[in-house]
Each structure stands twice: as C-alpha cells, then as structure tokens.
C-alpha cells in the first residue's frame, strides 16, 4: 500500500522532495496534497507537480482525511557536561557547507553540502555513500535524490506500525525547531503570523 504523502510547504526544498517522492515507485509514494500560508502558491506547486490537492493552510492540510535578518548569524550551542557546538550561516556569503565534530577521540565531517553528503571522513579515512542517479530529475539543491532516504525510512517505519522514528524521534525533532525558533527570534526574524 502507498504512503500518501502531504507536503507542507511550497517551496524549493519541497519541490525536490516532491521529485524525490514522484521518483520512487507509485505503489509505494504518492503525493496527494501540498499546503502553503498562500493558497495560488500552493495551487501553483501543485500544477507543477501535478497534486491533486492544494490548501491556503497547513490545518486544512493535516484535517484532509487522505494525508497521513541578519545576513549572516553564529550560533553556539551548550550542552550538558561542557559540550559546546556551533554553526554558522548567510544569505549573502558563501560559506563552506560542511559539518565537523571534534572530540577527545578525534574528528569526523560531512563533506560539502552537509545537508546531504556522499562521503563521511573520520580520522582521515573516507567513506561513501553514493546516491541513486537523478537521470531526468529537475531539483533546485544538490543531491536532492539523497531525500529518497528520508522517504524510505518514513514508510519503513510505518510499515513496521511505528509512529515516529527511532533514528530521529519526534523529542530530537522538536528540539532542532525549538533552537531554530529561539535563533529566529533572538536575530530578530518575523513572520506575519507573529505579529497578533
């Protein structure tokens, strides 16, 4: 049985999701709805992705019965037991799209883009994770394919009758947002929905 998925969103990274998605077999991936804050934009997405479905909000989407500035911020991070991380990001430079992790035991990165990388170095030896070829495929990021993982691993689990992921579960997930959010407002980002 397919999953039918609901895309959150009307953006770029949505729109490579949604390649990803239309790629994998039918019998297993179907994209049925997209929701966006602005419903042309929504209609529009879904014109172009060819989605049955279009919503102005995202409540209308999780009720539809079918679906399951600063330019440039640091941010540093402090964990429990002294442990500190940190990252940097722009919109107007450049900067390396890698992620590394040091520790009494050595070094581990993501080579470039760390969003989805292809090779892991640890300690100077190289390991890699190549991705299905993206033959005919249109996406707005590189390695847009790699989010063919993330979709597989959603049906694993559900498939398995688990409701949430025991790689990333639902706790890691909103504490990511939940640091996002506090980034967001300690920068001085807004939305319109912030202002009621």
């Known amino acids: 049985m397919a999953l039918r998925w609901g895309v959150v969103s009307a ?10 998605l239309q790629a994998l077999p039918r019998s297993e991936h179907q994209v049925v709805a997209v929701a966006a804050r602005d419903l042309r934009r929504a209609e529009e997405f879904a014109r172009t992705h060819g989605i049955p479905k279009a919503y102005g909000s995202y409540e209308e989407l999780a009720k539809d019965p079918d679906v399951g500035v600063d330019d440039t911020v640091t941010v540093l991070l402090q964990y429990p037991g002294g442990v500190h991380g940190s990252f940097t990001c722009s919109i107007s430079s450049k900067l390396s799209n890698t992620c590394s992790v040091s520790g009494t035991k050595g070094i581990a990165q993501l ?12 300690n100077k030896e190289r390991k890699e ?14 390695n847009g394919m790699g989010m063919s993982y993330e979709a597989q691993h959603v049906r694993d689990c559900l498939r398995k009758g688990l409701k949430e992921s025991p790689v990333i579960p639902l706790a890691e997930s909103q504490l990511l947002a939940d640091i996002l959010e506090e980034v967001r407002k300690a920068i001085g980002v807004t939305f319109p929905q912030d202002k009621h």
């Open 111 to 122: 080579l470039e883009p760390c969003w989805c990388p292809t090779e892991l170095v640890v």
């Open 11 to 20: 953006g770029l990274i949505a729109g490579d999701f949604v390649t990803v």
């Open 129 to 142: 994770f190549p991705l299905a070829p993206e033959e005919n495929k249109k996406f707005n990021y590189r």
